[in-house]
């Protein structure tokens, strides 16, 4: 393969040509592999988050599950908020607001909705979270920043080898490369901007000091203020490319193998080279991956109702009584409507517990397979993204990316051999016997001068 960047046909100028490719993603997110990776994620994420909410709500800092809503609210009015506690962990009503605001958006797709104000609602309760428990968060997002740097990197690595050779890589390379690029390049490329965030406004805090001088500081506060002001511009400049660009950090990572620097820089500028192209390409994604899970989530809604209804007839003939109400027992362990995927929320009754235990168990692994499914497409359309920008502004073929075999474990030597030693070179053969046949005293001929 070589190196050498290819040029751009005329049909690929225009952004509408070469965005079809994104229509590709929803082959590569729905492989068993990524999907597996990103139920694990998630799985790793709700253990966190509810290990978190034991121990608050056993120290008697539980919140009220409406407490977000109360919030947004005093935000949007400038009147003062006052959380009220409550019995509810701080994750769960979280976790619950974010997947409500989040299957909104995509439901605004198809449906009527705001997708501006569905979004503000996310940003909201993340600032909720940020400055109303700054301990949990200290602890919380840490940790999400460290399950999801390898569970995304695992998927942006398969999905790159797939978008660039159509080849499918076990979860165990692409492990084997998460592992040699995590903490210097998946760990640390998200948090670099913010890093340099920090940094650029400690030095401004430093600034602000200098002009609290009285006199002095007066004139050379003054003097120098432009220099505040590119300082500022520097923060809106990171904070709009990390905001913009930050779906591509990993990807960088997954296909080049670069660094953290390297990533977000390649993020920066691809964004700010070419914004209308990366935005045109970002639409069309949100759009084809919300159409295609609805997809997905209207056959698992009837994967579900169909197993419903057709077990409940068979478990009629044992009833239940909840209230004042005799209903069929699996209506009992397993209440059913068709009004969107949620998670069972039953009471058992009696022995019940164990069959409703297990159901419960089957139900929610579908819907948690319906989640990891629009997780999959997240970071498999960022690493499509990542290709066609990388092809629109370095001119690079799709099929260039960091050499796979590099990165899969290496066999263990045979045994008796240590690592690193060279084997021992084979004895050379001995020489043949010497003829015995004629004289004895038979001399070979010399050789004339």
């Known amino acids: 393969m070589s190196d050498a960047p290819s040029t751009v046909t005329p ?13 590709g993603t929803f082959r590569i997110a729905r492989q068993p592999g990524k999907i597996l990776v990103a139920l694990l994620g998630l799985v790793a994420t709700l253990i966190w988050g509810s290990l978190l909410d034991l121990i608050w709500t056993g120290a008697k800092k539980g919140v009220d599950p409406e407490v977000i809503t109360a919030y947004s ?26 997947r409500g605001r989040v299957r909104t958006i995509v439901e605004s797709v198809i449906l009527s909705g705001d997708t501006v104000t569905e979004f503000g609602g996310i940003c909201q309760a993340t600032s909720w979270m940020l400055r109303c428990h700054p301990r949990f968060s200290l602890l919380f997002f840490p940790g999400l920043l460290l399950i999801w740097a390898c569970a995304g990197g695992m998927i942006c690595r398969m999905a790159a080898v797939d978008f660039a050779r159509g080849e499918t890589i076990t979860a165990r390379e692409s492990f084997a490369f998460v592992r040699r690029h995590y903490w210097g390049g998946f760990l640390l490329a998200p948090i670099a901007p913010v890093i340099g965030i920090i940094f650029i406004g400690l030095l401004l805090v430093l600034g602000g000091l200098v002009l609290a001088i009285p006199y002095f500081g007066d004139v050379l506060g003054g003097l120098f203020f432009f220099l505040a002001l590119v300082g500022g511009l520097a923060v809106a400049v990171l904070w709009v490319g990390w905001f913009a660009g930050g779906v591509l950090f990993w990807p960088a990572i997954a296909v080049e193998g670069s660094s953290s620097f390297d990533a977000f820089a390649t ?5 700010y080279t070419r914004p209308w192209r990366a935005a045109w390409y970002g639409l069309v994604a949100f759009v084809y991956g919300a159409v295609c899970w609805l997809v997905v989530h209207f056959f698992a809604h009837l994967t579900l109702l169909a197993t419903h209804k057709c077990v409940g007839i068979g478990a009629a003939a044992a009833s239940r009584t909840v209230g004042d109400d005799k209903v069929a027992k699996l209506d009992a362990i397993w209440p059913y409507e068709f ?37 999959s497409y997240f970071f498999s359309a960022g690493t499509a993204i990542y290709f066609l920008l990388r092809r629109a502004v370095d001119l690079t073929d799709y099929e260039q990316i960091e050499e796979i075999e590099e990165y899969v474990d290496e066999a263990p030597p045979p045994a008796g051999e240590t690592p690193g030693e060279a084997p021992p070179a084979p004895e050379a053969p001995a020489p043949p016997p010497a003829a015995t046949g004629g004289d004895s005293d038979s001399r070979p001929s010399e050789s004339p001068e």
């Open 11 to 23: 049909s690929e100028k225009f952004p509408g040509a070469d965005c079809v490719k994104i229509f």
């Open 339 to 375: 009004r969107g995927l949620a998670f069972p929320d039953v009471t058992w009754h009696g022995g019940d517990w164990i069959s409703g235990l297990l159901i419960f168990i089957w139900v929610c692994l579908v819907i948690g397979l319906v989640w990891s499914f629009l997780v």
């Open 267 to 271: 993020g920066f500028h691809y964004v």
């Open 73 to 98: 609210t005093s935000r949007y009015e400038e009147s003062g908020f006052e959380e009220t506690k409550g019995d509810a962990g701080i994750y769960e009503v979280y976790s619950r607001h974010l």
